[in-house]
C-alpha cells in the first residue's frame, strides 16, 4: 500500500523524536531499553504458562508479537509487549519496535494501514534514512552489522536511502539534521 509522503514524515519524525527523547543517539539502538524507558513491560512469551498461552491463543494468532494497551481504574495505562523469543534477536528488535508504534499511537486493534506504518516505524527507527544515506559507500552486510539488524532489514534501509539519493532529496529535512547533530559517533 502507498501512503502520502507527509505519513511516512510524521512516523520518521516520531521514531527520531523517540531517540531523542529518550537519549538512543547511537547507530544501533536497545529497543528493549526504549521500551522499559517508555514505561512499557516488555515479556517474552517464554515466561508466559501454558494456561495463559492457552488464553492468548483464543483471542488472536500470537505471531512475531503483539501489544496490550490497558487502561486502569484511575485513568493511567499499563502497558504491555509480548513478544516470541524463538525468534533471531534482529526479528525481535524488530517486532519489538514495531510494537512500540502501536503504543504511541494508542492502536489497541491496528488495521493493515497502521500494521503497515509500524513496519516502517520499525525499520526507521532501527536505522533511520538520514544515517543510512551517511554511510550509503556501505553494503548492506555492513550496515546490518552497523545497525545491528537482519540483512533483510539492511537491504530495506540501503534501497530506501538510495531512492531518496536518487530522487535528488538527499538534503536533510530539519528534524533529522536535529537527531544527526546530536548523534554520538
Known amino acids: 500500500m502507498l501512503y502520502s509522503s507527509s505519513e511516512y514524515r510524521e512516523i520518521d519524525k516520531a521514531a527520531l523524536r523517540l531517540r531523542l527523547d529518550y537519549g538512543f543517539l547511537s547507530y544501533s539502538i ?56 524463538l525468534f533471531d534477536l534482529s526479528r525481535q528488535r524488530f517486532t519489538i519496535a514495531h510494537e512500540i508504534k502501536h503504543i504511541l499511537y494508542m492502536e ?29 559507500d556501505k553494503c548492506p552486510m555492513e550496515l546490518a552489522c552497523i545497525f545491528d539488524i537482519s540483512l533483510m532489514a539492511a537491504e530495506n534501509a540501503y534501497k530506501s536511502a538510495k531512492n531518496r539519493i536518487n530522487a535528488g532529496k538527499e538534503e536533510l529535512l530539519s528534524f533529522e539534521t536535529e537527531f544527526v547533530e546530536k548523534l554520538i559517533k
Not at 503483539?66 to 509487549?81: C, E, T
Open 108 to 136: 489497541e486493534s491496528p488495521d493493515a494501514k497502521q500494521e503497515d506504518l509500524a513496519n516502517h516505524f520499525a525499520r526507521y527507527l532501527l536505522a533511520p534514512t538520514c544515517l543510512v544515506m551517511k554511510l550509503i
Open 30 to 85: 536497545d529497543v528493549f531499553s526504549l521500551a522499559k524507558k517508555m514505561g512499557i513491560i516488555v515479556i517474552p512469551y517464554s515466561k508466559l504458562s501454558v494456561y495463559q498461552i492457552s488464553y492468548i491463543c483464543k483471542q488472536k494468532e500470537l505471531g512475531d508479537g503483539f501489544s496490550v494497551i490497558q487502561r486502569k481504574k484511575n485513568g493511567d495505562y499499563v502497558l504491555y509487549i509480548f513478544y516470541n523469543d
